[in-house]
């Protein structure tokens, strides 16, 4: 999500996995520079979701 709330791409597809750690890689590639939001959904069986947020920013630093 970009600083205006609107979605920018997606990590990783939805999809259901078991209980337990888990990792995924980000690289910011394709993205220009800019404040971002990462967004953790994760829904249990019975129809609860957990939401988890992290803010991140995305700078290049170019040689002159």
Do not use: S
């Not at 609107?6 to 888990?22: C, D, I, M, Y």
Request: net charge positive; glycine share 16%; no cysteine.
């Amino acid at each position: 999500v970009d600083a205006f709330g609107l979605e920018v791409g997606t990590v990783e597809a939805p999809r259901w996995r078991r209980a337990g750690e888990h990792a995924i890689a980000f690289g910011g590639l394709g993205l220009p520079d800019g404040a971002y939001e990462i967004r953790l959904v994760a829904r249990g069986r019975g129809g609860q979701e957990a939401t988890h947020a992290v803010r991140v920013a995305e700078a290049r630093f170019r040689r002159v």
